[in-house]
């Protein structure tokens, strides 16, 4: 197991670096707005837009050849010293240090309920198949998965905050942390991420779940007289809950760093997601590897977690080839 | 991401066009007005000074919402609205424009023109420099001269640099006078944003980074820059009405009201700036959706933000809401692309005249920009003293909008390789004609627009394909041209060599400042080597000539006939449908009590702005 965690966490090393070479070269062929923008000013009121860009590029450390760039970078991610975001003036450590309570606070709620909800109630629907229950759970579910998460978080605020006056309309960081307030705050924010969430944990409890309800050890278990919360937790779950550990992973990181953007862009949260989308349209290269570089190795890693999980789960995995 | 408008431009831009005009131009939407036509004299507008009887308390706070981040916060280096806004809280400024376009004073008391060729500029008495720097002095501008916008070198990154190209020298005169003489005399100097709005740094802060550069320190520059002192406004003094308190990134900046502000009480208008700023403190919050900008004034947990064009009516029907339209020098405008990667008849005036009559400007102002435009024929809006509206001729509007006229004009002044089949307008390939409509993405009413140009092209056989892509991928794909160096430039020479990496045929949405009070401005867009003819516009008659006259003339008198004529020579070429000229709409609460007219120069007093009542809980 040693070897193989050892061997997981090179492989880590590796994807990162790829991926940091990627969003890199990406980055060094894109154009950069405010560039782009001070030079069409300049060109246009009779200026040298081509200075004025070197201006800009000056200002942020663009001044050697693109390989030069390269390795300084690669340097500075390998070495923690991840230098200044551009846009903000502040260490790159500085600014993911303040964002990431911001997303926290609405994708860890988000992240318990979809876990909790979306596999109680798949479960509950494999066990009820084709009961009203199950219909609606199932509507719940597909309304969840189709509706986009933008259109539901601006008719969530303009319902409930704007209409109806019964939330705020936005963010607002100047209230309380410990507050009844606060989450007020939270409420549609965390409403909009934990909707798509359950309803996609849901689905896959219930198509996993389905496939132990009909076992013969759970008729055994109820001809031995259990109780049906028993056989639903640790007959039907417990072997299900496997496969469903692999999708829990990538759930978590596309909320963080998918849904969460937009409900942090929506509700006017700065949080992570947000932070890194505006170092991506700014073109702030330190702060888009760096927000880049956490969530690969976060997913490699936890990918790893998730493997080792599995054999804990699962006492016949075994990733040392033997098996039981 | 960028759009090219007025909310997205510099502080030397937005200096640059919103200038001086006449007063009162502008409409405003109250609960009275809401026909969206505006008053021409300004007198029925419903937020003219004075009118409101009210206590001027001090209220607790400002909250405005912008949808972006600023990109820096030293003077130096500002080059977005969003950081301007922000400087300005701290910095007021040398002095800005009335609604009259007349000086008016701030840190500059008044002014002397000696002869048009050099201008002495007085600073009032009582501007104090934050921590130990002491006053604001002559010297302070002389040293800024010479160190920053004369240096060999731009070692501390100034883009204001050119604004300072017709400047000779600065000179101190005596402890608060400094001189600044020019090369050429130039009598609307004080209108150019050489001096006009301009903020620096105390001398004393900046000298050691000086020095330090000269010693080889190539970062001193940014160094100076990126320092907290400069960041956190320490040096600012009472130099502006608010102090820093602090910036949440990507959330909110928060300025408290400054106790020692110089300029209250003081005159002009002492009544207006009694106690100014009347607001303890300054929230700017960054919500990037408009929706919810939009929500949150609604709800009055904002005090202002800008409108969108489109739905302005709603607000206007708000009996909260106080909504102030403001017209703005920006152009938007239809380019014709005239380079060798555009449809070739584009480079016929009669073609390009027959364009412009199809597309109804009224349509676009009235139904897409919900009145908040003015329909435009030349690049001068109409309030410029250089427009004169016997030279201009008119395209798109009442009866210059004739599409059957532009069919006939069309078939005129095409090759007889071009004909009708029908409806459509073939080529000589047989097939239609199809043109490539570019704009940027980000705007309800671009689109809209789109459709409609597209729609009203087709009324003449033209099939129109259109794109829209974010506006720096406008600017790199269809408006660069690389140069013989390889540097990407707006105008690369020849038009038949030089040409954007994408092909297109018009550029619709893009907007220009049209300089009404520095028309010469204009020329690196209108001549054939201007920098900025990025569509390759070969004018018949001599415009580098005419512009250079214009700009040489000694009285105003001479200039005005000089540019009249200029703009009216546009307006017949149509080297671009000039379209419309934009509205800026601000929407306040309606306990905000304004104290100017309005005017293109709306918000030069906006730190005398004040609330009847509490704003916020």
Not at chain 1, 152 to 173: K, M, N
Not at chain 2, 225 to 250: C, T, W
Not at chain 2, 476 to 496: F, H, L, M, P, T
Request: proline share 5%; net charge negative; glycine share 8%.
């Amino acid at each position: 197991m040693a070897r193989y965690v050892c061997w997981r966490l090179l492989w880590a090393v590796v994807a990162t670096c790829f991926v940091l070479t990627v969003t890199f070269g990406i980055l060094s062929a894109s154009p950069n707005p405010e560039a782009s923008q001070a030079a069409w000013e300049a060109a246009q009121s009779g200026g040298d837009p081509t200075e004025t860009r070197e201006i800009l590029e000056q200002r942020r450390g663009e001044t050697g050849s693109i390989a030069e760039q390269y390795v300084d970078y690669m340097v500075s991610m390998a070495t923690f010293d991840w230098g200044e975001s551009f846009t903000y003036n502040e260490p790159v450590t500085t600014v993911i240090a303040d964002a990431w309570v911001y997303s926290a606070i609405t994708v860890i709620p988000a992240t318990v309920l979809a876990v909790v909800l979306g596999f109680a109630i798949g479960l509950y629907s494999a066990t009820h198949q084709y009961t009203k229950t199950d219909y609606a759970a199932t509507f719940v579910a597909f309304f969840g998965i189709s509706i986009p998460n933008f259109w539901f978080a601006i008719v969530l605020v303009l319902v409930f905050g704007e209409l109806l006056g019964l939330t705020p309309i936005s963010y607002d960081s100047e209230v309380p942390f410990w507050s009844l307030a606060h989450l007020s705050y939270l409420v549609l924010p965390i409403t909009v991420l934990a909707t798509s969430a359950i309803a996609s944990e849901m689905r896959y409890a219930r198509a996993e779940a389905l496939e132990y309800v009909g076992a013969a050890w759970i008729k055994t278990a109820r001809a031995k007289g259990i109780s049906e919360l028993q056989v639903t937790v640790r007959h039907v779950f417990r072997p299900a809950l496997v496969p469903l550990i692999t999708i829990l992973i990538a759930d978590v990181v596309g909320i963080i760093f998918a849904t969460a953007y937009i409900v942090e862009v929506i509700f006017g949260i700065p949080g992570l997601g947000y932070v890194s989308y505006q170092a991506l349209v700014r073109m702030d290269t330190p702060l888009v590897l760096a927000t880049t570089l956490i969530p690969v190795f976060l997913t490699i890693v936890a990918n790893l977690c998730q493997d080792v999980a599995y054999t804990m789960l699962d006492p016949r995995i075994d990733y040392e080839g033997g098996s039981r | 991401m960028p759009s090219v408008g007025p909310s997205h431009l510099s502080r030397r831009t937005i200096l640059a066009a919103t200038s001086g005009g006449i007063a009162g131009i502008a409409g405003c939407f109250t609960d009275d007005d809401s026909s969206g036509d505006g008053d021409e004299d300004g007198s029925d507008n419903g937020t003219e000074p004075g009118e409101v009887d009210g206590d001027r308390a001090i209220r607790s706070e400002w909250i405005q919402a912008v949808p972006s981040e600023a990109s820096n916060l030293s003077p130096y280096w500002v080059s977005d609205y969003a950081s301007s806004l922000r400087i300005g809280l701290h910095l007021d400024g040398t002095y800005t424009l009335d609604e009259n376009g007349d000086f008016y004073s701030l840190w500059v008391d008044d002014y002397e023109n000696r002869g048009d060729e050099a201008y002495a500029f007085t600073l009032r008495d009582t501007l104090e420099w934050g921590r130990d720097y002491g006053a604001m002095t002559a010297d302070d501008w002389v040293w800024f001269y010479h160190n920053v916008i004369d240096a060999e070198e731009n070692w501390i990154g100034y883009l204001g640099r050119t604004d300072w190209s017709s400047v000779e020298s600065v000179e101190a005169e005596d402890r608060r006078t400094f001189v600044v003489e020019l090369e050429e005399p130039d009598p609307l100097f004080v209108k150019r944003p050489a001096m006009w709005g301009t903020s620096i740094l105390p001398r004393a802060l900046t000298e050691p980074y000086y020095e330090d550069w000269q010693d080889g320190d190539e970062s001193a520059g940014e160094a100076l820059n990126v320092s907290d002192e400069v960041v956190e406004f320490q040096y600012a003094g009472n130099l502006g009405p608010y102090g820093f308190e602090r910036r949440e990134i990507e959330d909110r900046y928060v300025a408290t009201r400054n106790d020692d502000y110089y300029r209250r009480g003081t005159e002009p208008d002492a009544d207006d700036w009694a106690d100014a700023p009347y607001f303890e403190r300054y929230v700017i919050r960054i919500l990037p959706t408009q929706s919810t900008r939009l929500a949150e004034l609604r709800s009055g947990g904002l005090t202002y933000t800008e409108l969108p064009a489109d739905q302005t009516q709603s607000f206007a029907d708000d009996d909260g809401i106080t909504v102030v339209s403001v017209p703005t020098p920006y152009n938007r405008i239809v380019v014709y692309n005239q380079r060798a990667n555009g449809w070739e008849p584009l480079r016929n005036r009669g073609v390009r005249q027959a364009l412009s009559m199809a597309i109804d400007k009224t349509t676009v102002v009235d139904d897409i920009f919900d009145g908040n435009a003015k329909v435009a024929h030349t690049f001068q809006p109409t309030y410029s003293e250089f427009y004169d509206d016997s030279r201009v001729t008119p395209f798109g509007e009442g009866e210059s909008y004739d599409p059957g006229q532009a069919r006939s004009l069309l078939t005129e002044e095409l090759s007889s390789e071009y004909g009708y089949d029908g409806d459509a307008l073939l080529g000589p390939d047989g097939e239609q004609v199809q043109l490539d409509l570019v704009y940027q993405t980000g705007e309800t009413v671009y689109e809209d627009t789109g459709r409609y140009i597209a729609d009203a092209l087709g009324e003449l056989g033209i099939a129109v394909d259109q794109r829209a892509t974010p506006a720096d991928v406008l600017f790199q794909r269809y408006a660069q041209q690389e140069d013989d160096s390889g540097n990407a430039v707006y105008n690369a020479g020849d038009r038949d060599e030089y040409t954007s990496s994408d092909d297109w045929d018009l550029m619709w949405s893009i907007s220009l400042n049209t300089y009404p009070n520095s028309p010469g401005s204009n020329a690196p867009v209108f001549t054939e080597t201007g920098s900025f003819n990025f569509f390759g516009y070969v004018p018949e008659d001599d415009l580098e000539e005419l512009f250079s006259d214009a700009i040489a003339a000694n009285d105003l008198e001479t200039q005005r006939e000089s540019f009249a004529e200029i703009f009216g020579i546009l307006s017949r070429d149509q080297p671009l449908n000039f379209m419309v000229f934009d509205n800026r709409i601000h929407g306040y609460r309606q306990e905000v009590v304004h104290t100017e007219s309005i005017s293109p120069s709306w918000g030069y007093k906006d730190q005398t702005f004040w609330a009847t009542e509490e704003l916020h809980e």
